[in-house]
């Protein structure tokens, strides 16, 4: 099955990313939200992305327009129900999650394939709450979408491998690298990340180091381009919070417990950039 199609639910930092790498290498996509708000905020994002590369002479003014105009939006989840491929990118929480797939599942066509962005939440769980399983993948993109290399392409339990074949294409279609991945809590990269990010924080509240200190540590002395609270705040402390849940649910190890502070940090709001403070403060 080729992608000719694709419908991205979510336009907040993953969604408008997929959004963007999908119209960029010229498949329509439709992007959804709960409001017009979060969609103007959206695709003023995904333009001001293009604009930078057009600045950069990586992309001309003539492609960024073409690119701009394969992006259509809607506060409905109707417009996506002709979609081949349909990229769930909500909220890291599985209510949230298994009450969208159903939804999801009854209104696409019968031939399209479901995945989801989620970066640690069961593909097999999320697969099961649909009457098409067989067609459910997860496509697990990384943030910045548009820079960002990887994609982990999870197969359910259920997934056929015609589905997976077809999500493997697209991938590569777009300009990523896919790597299959087994369904486990937080699958191959955040099972490594999260807990090293988890452990900066636990030394940020031990007092071993200022938030500068331990992340420029990092970076010279193991060669990482951001440091793990840079990084975190990248994420969202409240992304980097479900993953580290997920994954203490999941393995019942104490190694992965999420550190005091964090959980303090979510509970005080400080989300990150995406709330202008999270371990550093953002204008």
Do not use: W
């Not at 999801?104 to 019968?110: G, I, Q, S, Y």
């Amino acid at each position: 099955m080729k992608i000719e199609s694709v419908g991205v639910v979510g336009a907040g930092t993953m969604g408008n990313g997929i959004a963007q790498a999908f119209a960029v290498a010229g498949i329509p996509v439709t992007m959804t939200d709960v409001g017009q708000a979060e969609l103007d905020r959206g695709l003023k994002t995904i333009e001001g992305s293009l604009e930078r590369l057009v600045k950069k002479d990586r992309m001309s003014a003539a492609d960024k327009a073409a690119a701009l105009a394969r992006v259509q939006t809607s506060t409905g989840l109707g417009a996506i129900a002709s979609a081949d491929l349909i990229v769930e990118a909500a909220t890291e929480r599985l209510d949230v999650k298994l009450d969208l797939f159903g939804r999801l599942d009854a209104l696409a066509k019968p031939a399209a394939l479901i995945a989801t962005n989620t970066s640690s939440i069961s593909v097999t769980r999320l697969a099961a709450a649909t009457k098409r399983p067989d067609r459910v993948i997860g496509m697990h993109f990384f943030n910045p979408v548009p820079v960002m290399q990887l994609v982990e392409l999870i197969r359910g339990l259920q997934t056929s491998d015609e589905t997976y074949a077809a999500a493997d294409a697209v991938a590569r279609r777009i300009g990523k690298t896919p790597v299959r991945v087994k369904n486990s809590p937080g699958f191959v990269v955040n099972r490594m990340l999260c807990p090293m990010i988890n452990e900066a924080i636990f030394a940020l509240g031990e007092g071993l180091a200022t938030a500068a200190e331990i992340d420029e540590a990092m970076k010279l002395g193991c060669n990482h381009p951001i440091g793990p609270l840079a990084l975190c705040d990248l994420i969202g402390l409240d992304v980097e919070l479900a993953v580290l849940n997920v994954l203490f649910e999941g393995f019942r190890d104490p190694k992965y417990r999420p550190a005091p502070l964090l959980v303090e940090m979510v509970e005080a709001g400080y989300l990150g950039r995406k709330t202008g403070r999270g371990f550093y403060a953002y204008a």
